[in-house]
């Protein structure tokens, strides 16, 4: 699985980056993925956190 952020829709809220900072971390007022790759055992989390997301800034590929 690959995630991303669409930084035109992303809020800053960091419920992504609280939850799973390994994978998700603020720049500036947004968030960034910082492992794009997600490992097999946090692909459920990724799920929910994508589900979760306000905006729906987060795409999984």
């Known amino acids: 699985m690959k995630v991303k952020i669409d930084a ?3 809020t800053g809220c960091a419920l992504c ?3 799973l900072p390994e ?3 603020m720049a500036d007022d947004v968030a960034e993925v910082a ?3 997600v ?3 946090q ?3 990724v799920q929910e ?8 800034a ?4």
């Open 58 to 61: 987060i795409i999984i590929e």
């Open 43 to 45: 692909e459920a989390a």
């Open 8 to 10: 035109d829709l992303c």
């Open 49 to 56: 956190a994508a589900d979760d997301c306000p905006a729906e």
């Open 23 to 25: 994978i998700f971390v």
């Open 39 to 41: 490992p097999a055992n």
């Open 17 to 19: 980056t609280d939850s």
């Open 35 to 37: 492992t794009p790759n």
